[in-house]
């Protein structure tokens, strides 16, 4: 059972775009939700993360909408450019060893 | 920054072999974790060991055992390995002290022929 859905498995959007990336999850308990970035050929990097007692986080370009009643979670990428083309991934996460992830977003970024 | 090294970037093993991956972090984290990672399936968590000598079974230990001898180290063992264990593999640490962000390795692509 997965515990984070993500969609959508694919994303294309031209530079400048404002690419959209949602995640949904079910267990209240979860008390983190961290957003990972994965380039080709490397691991996975904490990107930016937000704690549900606030309905937004922006760092940069990146910006986390968080919606506690709906259970629903959001990462929008301003401007975005070439070099975001990546794999992102949402978690929850409860504790230090709780932590699930989403099933990722491959992002292409056309110039 | 934390560092978090896996051995090999790619390994080609044969069907039946016992496989060690091995991962070492830098920066004395109580937490190292084993996931595999399939297109479609996301990040899946096999082990992970919040101590020396301590380990506890994640979502899909089947097929798997871990060993944490040494702080900084924590190796994944394939039994024997199979092609369905044909993945990326990545470690990841984390500090025991509050922290809440996972650092992970580069990650070793396995092909089990």
């Known amino acids: 059972q997965q515990q984070v859905k993500q969609s959508p498995q694919s994303l294309i959007v031209q530079k400048g775009g404002i690419p959209i990336i949602n995640c949904a999850y079910e267990n209240t308990a979860f008390d983190y939700f961290p957003w990972y970035q994965q380039f080709p050929g490397k691991g996975p990097a904490l990107l930016i993360a937000?704690?549900?007692?606030?309905s937004e986080k922006k760092e940069g370009r990146f910006t986390i909408s968080f919606n506690k009643s709906a259970k629903q979670f959001s990462l929008h990428i301003m401007d975005s450019q070439p070099g975001d083309s990546a794999t992102y991934f949402c978690a929850a996460q409860t504790g230090a060893n709780n932590l699930f992830f989403g099933t990722g977003t491959r992002l292409t970024v056309i110039p | 920054d934390v560092k978090v090294t896996q051995s090999s970037r790619y390994l080609v093993k044969r069907t039946g072999e016992k496989v060690f991956l091995e991962c070492v972090q830098d920066?004395?984290?109580?937490?190292m974790f084993w996931y595999r990672q399939d297109p479609g399936l996301g990040l899946r968590l096999i082990y992970f060991s919040y101590d020396v000598k301590m380990k506890e079974k994640g979502d899909i230990p089947e097929g798997y055992s871990v060993s944490r001898e040494k702080k900084e180290r924590f190796s994944l063992i394939l039994e024997s390995a199979s092609t369905n264990q044909t993945s990326m593999y990545l470690c990841?640490?984390?500090?025991?002290?509050?922290?809440?962000?996972?650092?992970f390795g580069s990650g070793t692509r396995l092909t089990v022929v």
């Open positions: 990841a640490s984390l500090t025991g002290t509050g922290g809440y962000g996972y650092t």
């Open positions: 937000i704690r549900p007692d606030v």
């Open positions: 920066m004395d984290h109580e937490n």
